[in-house]
Each structure stands twice: as structure tokens, then as C-alpha cells.
């Protein structure tokens, strides 16, 4: 009874939202620290094996598929942006990224790589919520499905 009275507002207890947002973290270190190739299946299974627990846990437990995953995904953007930021010296090293064109050296170094950092920051957001969003829409699709077909799920 207390796990359905935690869920009822998300679909799922925060903790395993959580949760599921941290499966995803093991790619993001790995593909900034460059430990794995990135056309690699190691690459491919680290990005693509979270979404798809993130997809089969929704659609088996929450009630509000969308609404879990949408919050696993922003989640998941504020780890996208912590990680990146905390690894742009590692990533970059002494060759940081700069602006260019009608920008290109018009702001301090300092300003520029702030401004580049908040871009960032912001691409991960939406990219994480972008995630979300679009393995909501699987899941509760696939719910939808079991469901006209007659299935049962166990929410």
C-alpha cells in the first residue's frame, strides 16, 4: 500500500525514477572519458539497454507512463549537464571549443566558455527530457496496446 500511495503522483516511486535516470549514467562518463568507441556495441548496449528498461518498467508499473519518464528525462538532463561540465576539462583538455563566425573572439575567454557551458547545460536539458518524453510515449503506447489486446498489466 505505500508504494501505490508514493506512485500515485508520478507513476512510480521517486526512488525508482531515480533510479532508472542513473542507469543512463554510465554512458555519459564513458562516452566523455572516451573509454568506449562510440560506433561500438559496447556503446550501443550502454545507450540503448537503460531506455529500454526505462520503456519496460513504465509500461509494466506506472500509471502515468509519460509523466515517470518525463521526469526520469529531466533527470537524466541535470546528469547530462553535471557530467559534461565536470568533464569539459578532460574532454577539451588544452583545445576548448570557441565560438565562431560573427562571435569568434568577440567575447573574453572567460565569457565565451561560460556561454558555451550554458548551451550545453541546456542541450542536455532538453535532451534528457527529449528522452523522456519519447520513451513515455512507448511505453504508454505500449500499455494501450496490451491493454486493447486484451492483456493485463500489473498496474
Request: proline letters at 6%; aromatic letters at 4%; hydrophobic letters at 55%.
Amino acid at each position: 500500500m505505500g508504494v501505490r500511495r508514493s506512485s500515485r503522483g508520478l507513476g512510480l516511486p521517486l526512488v525508482v525514477i531515480m533510479g532508472l535516470a542513473a542507469l543512463a549514467v554510465p554512458r555519459i562518463i564513458a562516452h566523455d572519458l572516451g573509454l568506449v568507441d562510440p560506433g561500438s556495441l559496447a556503446n550501443t548496449a550502454l545507450a540503448v539497454l537503460p531506455l529500454v528498461v526505462w520503456v519496460v518498467v513504465a509500461m509494466l508499473w506506472s500509471r502515468r507512463p509519460l509523466l515517470s519518464l518525463f521526469v526520469a528525462g529531466g533527470l537524466l538532463g541535470v546528469a547530462l549537464a553535471l557530467i559534461h561540465n565536470l568533464s569539459w576539462g578532460a574532454v577539451f583538455g588544452d583545445d576548448p571549443p570557441s565560438l565562431g563566425g560573427a562571435l569568434q573572439g568577440v567575447l573574453a575567454p572567460g565569457l565565451e566558455e561560460a556561454v558555451l557551458r550554458g548551451a550545453g547545460t541546456i542541450s542536455s536539458l532538453v535532451t534528457g527530457l527529449a528522452t523522456g518524453v519519447v520513451c513515455g510515449l512507448i511505453a504508454w503506447g505500449l500499455q494501450a496496446l496490451v491493454r486493447a489486446s486484451g492483456g493485463r498489466l500489473p498496474v
